[in-house]
């Protein structure tokens, strides 16, 4: 949950969750859908999704107890290097690094290396973790990370490990480590239906395989840029609005269109994609299904 969150918005996450899943087999039986509600708005559905698969795969192979070295949790699915490592040395004391993106950055100014590979980060952690207190010195680093070695403006003159820094005594410290090539964010613009049968209920699709995989929305199909601009003109009176979203790989707006009156004929709609499954929803229950924040404030606009 910690990930790309901050601590204050998680804690009533945490609660809930454990209120609702207190142990790995409450976890592994829970429908998908209860499990992505009670994630709603923490984003990256899918880790959710992964704890959700991560917990039944402990109940089904290790009888419910979660494995206890890293190389054993890195079998469970969802759990990569950083994970296991980051589990077993904090909650088993085991001695193995847990190379988090602070991590990375301390060890590449302390060894003075410009790109360092997982594989090298791997053995420097390997060679420095504390036997004894493994937990205790990863969290550590983790924290000199977030604190001390910070991204832009590291504070070296208060570090306490600056007399065995590389990068700081080669004056370094600034290129260190280079900065990764940014992925291209795509812009993309969709229609999004508000559909209404006469009995006033709501059409509402669950995604496929695709970016929110298992979350509802309105039905919505990708448009070119030049046909959303149409849209918005064209549509009229039932054109509600635009809601914007940032993806990591994807600056979306998705115009909201009401299709329950009459529409102009020749709109540029789309095309829909195959949904896993489709529902009319009444307008009060809207709520009560699994939805991203981007979906939430289109149905907040639409009503
Ligand atoms: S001396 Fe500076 S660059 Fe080196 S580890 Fe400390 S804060 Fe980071």
């Known amino acids: 949950m910690l990930q790309q969150t901050r601590v204050e918005t998680v804690v009533p996450y ?35 999704r992964n704890l959700h698969r991560g917990a039944a795969f402990v109940q089904e192979s290790h009888g419910g107890r979660v494995p206890s070295t890293a190389e054993s949790l890195r079998g469970v699915p969802g759990i990569g290097p950083y994970t296991s ?28 290396e410009r790109a360092p590979s997982p594989r090298q980060l791997e053995v420097w952690g390997a060679e420095l973790v504390d036997p004894d207190r493994p937990g205790d010195f990863n969290q550590a680093v983790m924290e000199l990370g977030a604190t001390v070695c910070t991204p832009r403006n590291p504070a070296c003159a208060r570090c306490p490990v600056a007399g065995a820094c590389g990068a700081y005594a080669n004056g370094t410290v600034a290129e260190r480590p280079a900065p990764k090539k940014r992925t291209k964010v795509r812009v993309g613009a969709f229609v999004t239906r508000i559909e209404r049968d006469e009995a006033g209920r709501v059409r509402m699709v669950r995604r496929g395989a695709s970016l929110l995989q298992g979350m509802w929305s309105f039905p919505e199909a990708e448009v070119t840029l030049e046909e959303a601009d149409r849209i918005t003109v064209e549509a009229g009176p039932n054109y509600l609005g635009a809601v914007d979203h940032v993806y990591s790989h ?34 009060d229950n809207v709520g009560e299904l699994a939805l991203s924040k981007a979906q939430q404030r289109v149905w907040e606009m639409a009503r």
């Open 250 to 283: 994807l600056r979306a707006r998705y115009h909201v269109v009401r299709v329950d009156g009459e529409l102009p004929e020749g709109l540029p709609l789309g095309e829909e994609p195959a949904w896993a499954e489709e529902r009319w929803v009444e307008g």
């Open 14 to 48: 945490w609660e809930r969750w454990l209120d609702l899943f207190p142990t790995v087999e409450a976890l592994a039986q829970a429908e998908e859908a209860e499990v992505l509600k009670a994630w709603e708005g923490l984003g990256y559905y899918s880790r959710a």
């Open 85 to 112: 490592g980051a589990i077993a040395s904090i909650a088993f004391g085991e001695a193995v690094p847990a190379v988090d993106g602070n991590v990375r950055r301390v060890f590449a100014r302390l060894f003075d």
